[in-house]
């Protein structure tokens, strides 16, 4: 069984996907501040033609960074924007902005600044996406794009058709709410913590959270007033934030973040055997580490390159088998993943795509 948890504390909101009793994603969102999909009136307050981005100002202070390139026209000081979170700050970093603007939900992305349709790329075979650019090109709504995601795959036009009027009602009020305002002023705060989870998890059987719920159409909701408690989520996230983490045959990963990468090591933790006992060893630890590191990746929210040392395997087989695992596994990552395969010096490449 499937369940979404969710819990507030210390300000913020947290949510935890289960399968079972077992951890394998969570997501924290603050209670305030600058973060993906908000909406901001923001103004222009210096056009730095150097970096080919103009520097705007947002509530309580803030700056955002809107590259020239992510503009719908020339800016210049002073100007108002209507613009959308793409990547939150990260220290020193200003939020980087788009006057792209999207707004997602479970089936689909809405363009509404522009009228192109497209098919995620995570939907590979090339019937589907070919009836899909059909129907996104059928359904777009009249000088709007639209983006169909891959949950779409599975949806019949009659399930998407009233996501897509409702997203396009929600970018009505918006743009007429923005007409009334002064800059700088957030507009939309985007969908709420438990609607983002539900358009990028798999549809859970539960939800249990803190406070009541409302609005979950066929899906049970419980209370209870400490979520995380019921399944050790803390200690299961602790674990799998470790340096170290542990592998169930007694194997371990080490896990090192750096700037541009993150490494992780793969180490059996115990007598190596010999001969094919060997082979057979290294292959099944190794298999336990793609499990291992599919779910590590997405509850530590992972994003951009990464190597794992996977332990060394004589046979093309087993290589082979080691990443049909790993490809199969992070397919129900809601974050792309993709598998690059070995290097000549035996590391294997992935790369999961970075997300505010």
Not at 21 to 49: C, H, N
Not at 114 to 134: G, I, Q
Not at 219 to 225: F, L, R, T
Request: glycine share 8%.
């Amino acid at each position: 069984m499937k369940q979404i948890l969710l819990e507030t504390a210390g300000g913020q909101t947290e949510l935890a996907l289960l399968d079972g009793r077992t951890l394998t994603d969570y997501r924290a969102y603050p209670g305030s501040g600058v973060f993906s999909e908000q909406i901001y009136l923001a103004r222009v307050d210096r056009v730095a033609k150097g970096m080919a981005a103009a520097f705007v100002a947002l509530p309580d202070r803030q700056t955002g960074f809107l590259p020239l390139d992510e503009a719908k026209r020339p800016l210049r000081g002073g100007q108002t924007v209507l613009a959308q979170v793409r990547k939150p700050p990260v220290g020193e970093k200003a939020a980087y902005l788009t006057e792209d603007i999207s707004l997602a939900g479970r089936y689909v992305l809405l363009l509404p600044r522009t009228d192109k349709t497209a098919v995620s790329s995570r939907v590979t075979d090339p019937k589907e996406k070919e009836r899909l650019s059909a129907l996104a090109r059928a359904l777009a709504p009249d000088g709007m794009g639209l983006i169909l995601r891959k949950e779409s795959v599975h949806a019949s036009p009659e399930e998407i058709r009233p996501e897509i009027e409702a997203l396009a009602a929600l970018w009505r009020r918006l743009s007429a709410e923005a007409e009334q305002k002064a800059a700088p002023a957030l507009i939309w705060n985007g969908r709420t913590p438990l609607e983002r989870a539900l358009d990028d998890w798999e549809t859970p059987d539960r939800v249990t959270a803190d406070r009541p719920v409302r609005d979950l159409p066929g899906i049970p909701c419980e209370v209870s007033d400490h979520p995380f408690a019921l399944y050790s989520v803390r200690e299961q996230r602790r674990k799998l934030t470790d340096r170290r983490v542990w592998l169930p045959g007694g194997g371990f990963l080490v896990v090192d973040p750096c700037e541009a990468l993150t490494v992780i090591d793969v180490n059996t933790g115990k007598d190596t055997g010999r001969g094919a006992d060997r082979e057979t060893l290294f292959l099944q630890t190794n298999l336990e580490a793609a499990r291992l590191i599919a779910r590590l990746l997405r509850v530590r929210g992972v994003g951009g390159i990464v190597i794992i040392d996977f332990i060394d395997m004589r046979e093309d087989a087993s290589r082979e088998q080691v990443l049909s695992c790993l490809r199969e596994i992070t397919l129900s990552d809601p974050v792309k993943c993709v598998i690059h395969g070995f290097t000549s010096l035996g590391l294997v490449e992935m790369t999961r795509k970075k997300s505010g």
